[in-house]
């Protein structure tokens, strides 16, 4: 079932991106959306509002017509979102947006990072780490940073389907794993 989402959301999503490259606004588009799903996943009553089917479909569209001009004001974007509403697909939301996001990286050349610490990273290393993780990717990154103190030390990054754990605690498994055979 989640395939069949990220499926549906991916066709959405391309089709708006078609749009935002023709028009060269896919980035503006692409903020706008990003608005969009986090106004849904943060607006609990709207979410129940616009996914109840209590609501009539007139109730859930003006609700839609109030909220669109202040979060995403261009016709294409809300033009996405009266179809997802009528196609009772607007949950989607938030799947389209990241898969829209993805398309939008892909075209600029850059990469998604996380990269967990078990203590908070100052500027000049985040610099290094991105500057690490552009060279081996070969793409502008994007890094976002959490602390994970069960790290104990060291670093684990996430950039392009890669995982690179240099952190203490997978060093010591390691070393315990060399031990143990």
Do not use: H
């Not at 998604?112 to 610490?117: E, K």
């Not at 976002?144 to 996430?158: K, R």
Request: aromatic letters at 4%.
């Amino acid at each position: 079932m989640a395939a069949l989402a990220g499926s549906i959301a991916r066709r959405y999503a391309r089709a708006l991106f078609a749009i935002g490259v023709d028009k060269r606004n896919f980035e503006a588009l692409g903020g706008e959306l990003e608005a969009l799903a986090a106004l849904w996943n943060e607006a609990t009553e709207i979410r129940q509002s616009l996914s109840n089917p209590i609501f009539k479909s007139a109730q859930k569209r003006a609700i839609l017509q109030e909220l669109l001009p202040r979060v995403a004001p261009t016709r294409e974007v809300q033009s996405l979102a009266f179809l997802l509403l009528e196609r009772g697909r607007i949950a989607a939301l938030p799947a389209i947006a990241r898969a829209y996001q993805e398309m939008c990286d892909d075209k600029l050349g850059r990469a998604r990072a996380t990269v967990r610490s078990a203590r908070p990273l100052d500027v000049d290393t985040q610099t290094e780490i991105r500057q690490v993780l552009e060279r081996r990717t070969g793409r502008s990154v994007i890094m976002t940073t959490e602390v994970d103190p069960s790290l104990v030390g060291g670093i684990v990054a996430q950039v392009a389907g890669l995982v690179l754990d240099g952190s203490l605690r997978a060093r010591l498994g390691a070393l315990s794993s060399k031990i143990l055979n």
